[in-house]
C-alpha cells in the first residue's frame, strides 16, 4: 500500500519564498508600463509605427505580469489551504487514536495497580 505525506515543513518554506512575489510582480508590471508610455510619448508625431509597437509591448507585458502574480498569488493560497488541510488531518486522526487509547485503557484496566490475590 502506498502512503502520501505533505511535507508541511517544506510547503511552509515555499509559502514565505513566495509570500512578496505577487507583490513585485505587480509592481515590476506598473514600471514596464510607466516606462513604455514614457517611450510612447517621446516618439513624437513621425513615430506611428513606433508607437503602436511599444502600447502593444506595454499592454502584453503588463498583462503577462499581472496574470503571473495572480497565478503566484493563488498558488501561495492554495499551499496555505494545503498546509492546513494536512494539519487538520493530523489533528482528526491523533484525537480519535487519543479516544480510542483512552477508552481501552479504562476497559483493560490499569495494570500498574492491579492487585495480585
Known amino acids: 500500500m502506498t502512503r502520501y505525506a505533505i511535507d508541511s515543513d517544506g510547503v ?34 513621425e513615430g506611428d509605427v513606433l508607437r503602436v509597437e511599444l502600447d502593444r509591448f506595454r499592454v502584453v507585458h503588463a498583462l503577462a505580469l499581472d496574470a503571473v502574480a495572480d ?6 493560497d492554495r499551499l496555505d489551504r494545503s498546509t492546513l488541510e494536512a494539519r487538520s488531518v493530523e489533528l482528526f486522526v491523533t484525537a480519535g487514536f487519543a479516544g480510542v487509547t483512552a477508552s481501552s485503557t479504562v476497559n483493560l484496566g490499569d495494570p500498574v495497580s492491579a492487585v495480585v490475590p
Open 71 to 76: 497565478a503566484a498569488g493563488a498558488l501561495a
Open 12 to 45: 511552509s518554506r515555499e509559502r514565505l519564498a513566495l509570500a512578496h512575489d505577487p507583490a513585485e510582480l505587480r509592481e515590476c508590471a506598473s514600471h514596464v508600463a510607466t516606462a513604455t508610455a514614457g517611450a510612447v510619448a517621446s516618439t513624437g508625431d
